[in-house]
């Protein structure tokens, strides 16, 4: 019985990683569709009329992007779950130590979109007036860029926390595992120089990096999760 219990356990297991992998993909897909075929942003040397306008055609468009990004946050979530048990899974503490700092990445990370998606549904969601209040909606647009500053961070402790237990455990290609490490690094340089990054600085390179080596990692760790259990 105890033995049969056991292989219940790991088939659950499977399937959580196996989902996790999935749902990890699906998020990904969502990004890009969302940031770089939806959604397009308002100018800076816009008139009043010129915001107006763009928060009038806009309006449906940011709906659907801010409806769309709780469905990635879901998967994220489920995807770090999934992680977690792949890693962690039967090994030691030291192990599971860097796993629960991936899982406080992945709700730090999590409750940073959350609140930045509810900022940008207040600047959009009554166009009407606050399309009135010109220096009202800035603000609110403006400070999700700075909101980014805590993303970055998060998404470190994300890839440093999985990154490592995955090493140890040797769940995953070194190389795999080398690409989250550095992406970790690069987040945390972004946060750093922040300041300057937000102002057009040239050490928006360290977030290009973060970016494309966060993608890279993410692809490949959903691959992976998908075709091993």
């Given at each position: 019985?105890?033995?049969?219990?056991?292989?219940?356990?790991?088939?659950?297991?499977?399937?959580?990683?196996?989902?996790?992998?999935?749902?990890?993909?699906?998020?990904?897909?969502?990004?890009?569709?969302?940031?770089?075929?939806?959604?397009?942003?308002?100018?800076?040397?816009?008139?009043?009329?010129?915001?107006?306008?763009?928060?009038?055609?806009?309006?449906?468009?940011?709906?659907?992007?801010?409806?769309?990004?709780?469905?990635?946050?879901?998967?994220?979530?489920?995807?770090?779950?999934?992680?977690?048990?792949?890693?962690?899974?039967?090994?030691?503490?030291?192990?599971?130590?860097?796993?629960?700092?991936?899982?406080?990445?992945?709700?730090?990370?999590?409750?940073?979109?959350?609140?930045?998606?509810?900022?940008?549904?207040?600047?959009?969601?009554?166009?009407?007036?606050?399309?009135?209040?010109?220096?009202?909606?800035?603000?609110?647009?403006?400070?999700?860029?700075?909101?980014?500053?805590?993303?970055?961070?998060?998404?470190?402790?994300?890839?440093?926390?999985?990154?490592?237990?995955?090493?140890?455990?040797?769940?995953?290609?070194?190389?795999?595992?080398?690409?989250?490490?550095?992406?970790?690094?690069?987040?945390?340089?972004?946060?750093?120089?922040?300041?300057?990054?937000?102002?057009?600085g040239w050490e928006v390179i360290f977030t290009y990096i973060a970016a494309f080596t966060g993608l890279v990692w993410q692809v490949s760790i959903g691959v992976l999760m998908?075709?091993?259990?």
């Open positions: 019985m105890k033995e049969e219990s056991t292989i219940e356990n790991r088939k659950k297991h499977s399937v959580l990683v196996r989902i996790g992998g999935l749902v990890i993909l699906l998020a990904i897909i969502i990004h890009i569709i969302l940031n770089i075929i939806l959604k397009t942003f308002p100018s800076t040397d816009f008139t009043l009329t010129e915001l107006q306008s763009y928060l009038s055609n806009e309006s449906s468009t940011w709906a659907l992007v801010h409806g769309m990004r709780y469905v990635a946050i879901a998967c994220i979530a489920i995807f770090s779950a999934g992680l977690f048990e792949k890693t962690c899974s039967n090994h030691s503490w030291k192990v599971i130590g860097w796993g629960v700092l991936g899982l406080i990445g992945t709700a730090l990370w999590l409750s940073n979109l959350m609140i930045t998606n509810g900022i940008e549904i207040l600047a959009f969601y009554d166009f009407h007036s606050i399309s009135e209040q010109e220096s009202l909606f800035w603000l609110l647009f403006n400070l999700t860029r700075v909101l980014f500053n805590a993303e970055i961070v998060s998404w470190a402790l994300f890839s440093l926390g999985f990154s490592m237990a995955g090493w140890i455990s040797d769940t995953f290609p070194k190389w795999i595992l080398v690409l989250g490490l550095l992406g970790s690094l690069f987040c945390m340089l972004s946060a750093v120089f922040i300041v300057s990054i937000l102002n057009d998908m075709k091993k259990s």
